[in-house]
């Protein structure tokens, strides 16, 4: 978070120095400390320094003031915001098999691509909605910023487009991309204390990419390189596609960016074998054990990075080093633990279970009956097959490889729901319509 000049550096402590906020790990170590008593090995955290000063006494408290009322807002909606978009995502699941069954319902098949627009700008007006003090302004004009905006961002996802469906689905993923790497290069502005961001009553994370940031930016990126070597074309677009992997995968693995440990496993081997496939080489046993090398190779990289800086700006990696060379291989099994515990637990208490369950079962459903809808959209678009196997990679690892559990999958099925179901739309069409389905949106 960029904090007012006067707060930021006030309070100092590893990943919280560019917050102003402490975990409360850091309480302990920071009492010993004033009284000069050394800390024990098998206490977490570190003691607390005082940075920056900069503005009087009432202006510092003001500020931290200011950032409690976001945190307790944010946990005002923290089940709602989510809980709606499940919902609604499922419904333009069933909504979208209603039309594959009926392709009658020529009205339902022409809203459904601006309703999938609108969840893709649902998305990211959340995110949005962190440029305004709405826990000053109250939780009704909230609502009515987000939702107004997800329609609004639906409506211009559209008419980006000028009637073309995949130009419309670029569009809004493009956004989605190009506003989260913005928000990690910016200081996280936008994901601190966000419904679907981190917050300090939790104190996990207060910098880089959470679970849900990086869920949305991982699959995001992931379906618009394909669309991007589909619309370039050749070997060209290719190159282009890993291009736009690239820039994802730095955004979210870089120690001084996302810091994300999980997305740098889980988006090496996902978005390396959809690069091989986008290439035209032929994956093999060989290949994934190439792309397995990488990503460890990667994590040390990033590892030694981390560890070059002071050890007060360390992130998760080199905290991580530091943990097991003072408690031994114990710290790497209990965050190992921990992170199975909670993903086995989020399958019974997250609703994004409901998504994972509906949708997973819609693109099953795609992949094994291949409807004629679907069969008509991957000749349309081949590269799409590269992406569905890489999505499904990024998914599984996604899921294992973070303690928010079944979130991460749920959101980015979620995605992948709503890019796939405008493409779809126009193969849902009477053989008699009047415009050419392939390449113009489906209108009543």
Known sequence: MRAPGFGRGLLRSGTTQRSGYVQLMDIGPTMLDLAGVGRPESMRGRPVEVGERRGNAEQRRAFLVDGNNAATFRVRIASSVPNLYVWLTSLLVVATLVVFWRPRYRMLRAV???????????LATVYLARLFPFHDVGILAYWLFVIGGAIAL?????????GRDLDAVMGGLAFLVALLVADVVLDNRLQFNSALGFS???AGRFVGFGNSGYAVLASAALLLAALVAHRVGGRRGAWCAIGVLGVAFVADAA?????????????VPAYGITAVLLLGIRVRLRTVMVFVGAAVAALAAATVLDLQQSSGDRRHLGRLIEQIDAEGVSALSDV???KVSQNLTSLQTSSFRILVLIGGAFVAYLVFSRPPQF?????RVPELRAALIGFGVLAVLGYGLNDTGVAVPGLMIGVLVCSLVPLLCVGTAPAHADAPADITMVRA
């Open 112 to 122: 459904l691509p601006w309703a999938a627009f609108a969840l893709l700008g649902y």
């Open 154 to 162: 639906g409506v211009l996802f559209c008419l980006s487009g000028r």
């Open 200 to 202: 300090p009553s939790v």
């Open 255 to 267: 120690p001084f960016w996302g810091a994300d440990v999980g997305g740098l496993l889980s988006m």
């Open 336 to 338: 190992i633990g921990r």
């Open 375 to 379: 069969v008509r959209l991957l000749e």
